[in-house]
Nanobody
Framework: QVQFVESGGGLVQPGGSLRLSCAAS????????MGWYRQAPGKQRDLVAS???????HYKDSLKGRVSIVKDNAKNTMYLYIHSLRPEDTAVYFC??????????WGQGTQVTVSP
């Protein structure tokens, strides 16, 4: 089973941008569907964006226009670009293969904090 390691988070001022990376332990070219999720303190983990092996993308309605999901099969890495960051984007961001099941292994995630 491919495992994922997230990175690229940090402390960012409102209006800033980040590129989050999701490095896979193996090939991702044949993984049918992958996604980025986020979990804010005290809230459930929600889907931010997803991308299929054919490059079909899906975005959380409230984030459309501010996020972009990209796969680099040659590097076995998936990225999430987030622009115009807001305090409400503060969360731990995770990546994984979809669909998510009860046996899904989540990584440590990467913390994104948006604050002046």
């Amino acid at each position: 089973q491919v495992q994922f390691v997230e990175s690229g988070g940090g402390l960012v001022q409102p209006g800033g941008s980040l590129r989050l990376s999701c490095a896979a332990s193996g090939s991702i070219s044949n993984i049918y569907d992958m996604g980025w999720y986020r979990q804010a303190p005290g809230k459930q983990r929600d889907l931010v964006a997803s991308i299929t092996s054919r490059g079909i993308t899906h975005y959380k309605d409230s984030l459309k226009g501010r996020v972009s999901i990209v796969k680099d099969n040659a590097k076995n890495t998936m990225y999430l670009y987030i622009h115009s960051l807001r305090p409400e984007d503060t969360a731990v961001y995770f990546c994984t293969e979809r669909p998510v099941t009860t046996t899904t292994r989540w990584g440590q995630g990467t913390q994104v904090t948006v604050s002046p």
